[in-house]
């Protein structure tokens, strides 16, 4: 099963949500490429193809990749990302917690639900889909929130990585609430 058709039709929105997402798609494959830490690495390329994923599903072209592929590949993130959480790992060179390896969870789950609701579009109840849209659309802004300000915190102030984090959120949940509309 694929994609029916594209998450933004105006040409606009289009293009100025494929250049938010390249922006950290590029730094995060930056970083996975030159980072030597397996979990790091793992991490970081999660970021790559989370970016790509919603990439696709700005284009007609979104019914090239399976569904399958996309939910096997987006959950066993969301599952990493939990795992990451579980284990109390701390893969980051500045102070953080728990709290921006969860988002990353809410952001990995977040992209299982965009996949399986498109994938969906003519059999979804109408006023779910929208409500699940805005929690989801609110969690991601309250996570990107969350973990700028205790990145903002830090003494060498906000780092690039989390630059790029609240970036795809903020995206994320501009396409999540594009899909209420």
Do not use: K, N
């Amino acid at each position: 099963m694929v994609h029916a058709d594209p998450m933004v039709v105006t040409p606009f929105l289009r293009w100025w949500f494929t250049a938010l997402f390249v922006l950290p798609g590029l730094f995060f494959l930056v970083r996975c490429l030159v980072r030597r830490v397996t979990a790091v690495r793992i991490s970081d390329g999660l970021h790559v193809l989370m970016c790509a994923g919603m990439i696709v599903m700005m284009w007609p072209a979104a019914g090239a990749v399976p569904v399958a592929a996309q939910l096997a590949v987006f959950g066993l993130g969301t599952l990493w990302f939990a795992g990451l959480v579980v284990v109390g790992y701390d893969d980051c060179e500045w102070p953080r917690s728990w709290g921006a390896h969860a988002h990353h969870a809410i952001m990995m789950a977040g992209m299982v639900w965009m996949v399986a609701i498109m994938s969906m579009q003519d059999h979804v109840v109408p006023g779910l889909q929208a409500g699940i849209a805005a929690v989801l659309a609110v969690l991601l802004l309250f996570g990107a929130g969350a973990v700028a300000v205790r990145a903002s915190r830090a003494a060498s102030g906000v780092p690039l990585p989390v630059a790029a984090d609240v970036l795809m959120s903020v995206g994320m949940a501009g396409t999540t609430l594009v899909l209420i509309t």
